[in-house]
Nanobody, 113 residues
């Protein structure tokens, strides 16, 4: 059984940084591509960044986000710098192998001004 767990969220002051992790465990699942999403209260879920096994990255939200993939640890990271109050949201990851896709429950990021 595959499990996806995000971590690294928390309460941080504006201007700070966080590095979120998305760890995939179980079975023989190998991450082929992954996305980070975020959802603030009362809003639709927003795609933040994507990465594939060729390390091609795509950022929907430009400038302060860096997505990376560690194959050995089966982990996807999202570095967020210069955090702003409007970054407050639940951040979740979606991971895909060649045949399946899974979501994690998310991690809360709260940015105080």
């Amino acid at each position: 059984q595959v499990q996806v767990v995000e971590s690294g969220g928390g309460l941080v002051q504006a201007g700070g940084s966080l590095k979120l992790s998305c760890v995939v465990s179980g079975s023989a699942f190998k991450i082929n591509s992954a996305d980070w999403y975020r959802q603030a209260p009362g809003t639709q879920r927003q795609l933040v960044a994507s990465i594939d096994s060729g390390r091609f990255r795509n950022y929907i939200v430009k400038g302060r986000f860096t997505i990376s993939l560690d194959d050995a640890r089966n982990t996807v990271y999202l570095q967020i710098d210069n955090l702003r109050p409007e970054d407050t949201a639940v951040y979740s990851c979606s991971v895909r192998s060649t045949s399946a896709a899974y979501w994690g429950p998310g991690t809360q990021v709260t940015v105080s001004s």
